[in-house]
C-alpha cells in the first residue's frame, strides 16, 4: 500500500530557515499536503501542491516537490518559536478521497 | 466561519463502556472523515463518508466500533465495549466536493481514555 515517510525530528534556532522533508511510495499521488499539529490541538492546514507543480510559495513556507524522486519538502523561512510543533506530510492518490500521513515530523525551535 | 466541531474534547471513562463520540462538520462540506491518533500507529483512517453515506470503513478496527451520519450536520463514532487499547485521540475531518484542492479540515479531536 501507500507509504509516506518522514524524519521524526528537527530542531533549529529562532531565526534560522527549517527544513522537513518527506518522502512517498505511489506514484499516483495527485496532491500533496502539509498539516500542524500544536500541542492539545487538531492538524492544521498549511498549505498544499498538485503533483504537476514543483514549487509552491506562501509567505515564509515554500514547498518543494520532486516527483521522479518522490520527495517533497517544506521550508521554513525565519522560523519562529511558535513555529514549535508536530509537522504532517499527506498525499492523496488518484481514485481515492482518504488521505495517507505520514508519521510527524515534530520541530523544536530553541531561542 | 465555524470549523469542525468535536465533543467531548476529553473523556475518561472504564472499559466495557459504551463511548460516543460526536461531529459536527464544516457546513457545507460533503465529505466527513474519521482518524485515530496513537503514538505507536500515527494517523489511521477509521472511516469515511459521502453525502451521509459510508464510503470506506476499511479501517474500523473492529464490531466493537461503529460511525453513522444521519444527515449532513453530525455524525457519530461509537465504542461499544470500549477497552484500554481504544485509548487514542480520535479526529474528525470534512472537505467539499472537488479533487484535492478541496483539503480537509480537522476538529480539536477528542482524547479518550479508557481505564
Known amino acids: 500500500g501507500e507509504d509516506v515517510e518522514q524524519s521524526l525530528f528537527l530542531s533549529v534556532r529562532e531565526g534560522d530557515s527549517s527544513v522537513i522533508n518527506c518522502t512517498y511510495t505511489?506514484?499516483?499521488?495527485?496532491?500533496l499536503y502539509w498539516y500542524k499539529q500544536e500541542p492539545g490541538a487538531g492538524l492544521q492546514l498549511l498549505t498544499y501542491?498538485?503533483?504537476?507543480?514543483d514549487m509552491k510559495q506562501d509567505q515564509r513556507l515554500t514547498v518543494l516537490l520532486n516527483k521522479k524522486d518522490k520527495h517533497l519538502s517544506l521550508r521554513i523561512a525565519d522560523t519562529q518559536t511558535g513555529d514549535s510543533a508536530i509537522y504532517f506530510c499527506?498525499?492523496?492518490?488518484?481514485?481515492?478521497?482518504?488521505?495517507?500521513f505520514g508519521s510527524g515530523t515534530r520541530l523544536q525551535v530553541q531561542p | 466561519d465555524a470549523g469542525v466541531i468535536q465533543s467531548p474534547r476529553h473523556e475518561v471513562t472504564e472499559m466495557g463502556q459504551e463511548v460516543t463520540l460526536r461531529c459536527k462538520p464544516i457546513?457545507?462540506?460533503?465529505?466527513l472523515f474519521w482518524y485515530r491518533q496513537t503514538m505507536m500507529r500515527g494517523l489511521e483512517l477509521l472511516i469515511y463518508?459521502?453525502?451521509?453515506?459510508?464510503?470506506?470503513d476499511s479501517g474500523m478496527p473492529e464490531d466493537r466500533f461503529s460511525a453513522k451520519m444521519p444527515n449532513a450536520s453530525f455524525s457519530t463514532l461509537k465504542i461499544q465495549p470500549s477497552e484500554p487499547r481504544d485509548s487514542a485521540v480520535y479526529f474528525c475531518?470534512?472537505?467539499?466536493?472537488?479533487?484535492?484542492?478541496?483539503?480537509?479540515?480537522f476538529g480539536d479531536g477528542t482524547r479518550l481514555s479508557i481505564l
Open positions: 499527506a498525499e492523496k492518490s488518484a481514485g481515492r478521497r482518504a488521505l495517507t
Open positions: 505511489d506514484s499516483s499521488s495527485t496532491y
Open positions: 463518508f459521502n453525502n451521509n453515506v459510508p464510503i470506506d
Open positions: 501542491i498538485f503533483s504537476n507543480m
Open positions: 475531518a470534512s472537505s467539499a466536493r472537488g479533487g484535492g484542492n478541496q483539503p480537509q479540515h
Open positions: 457546513s457545507g462540506h460533503d465529505y
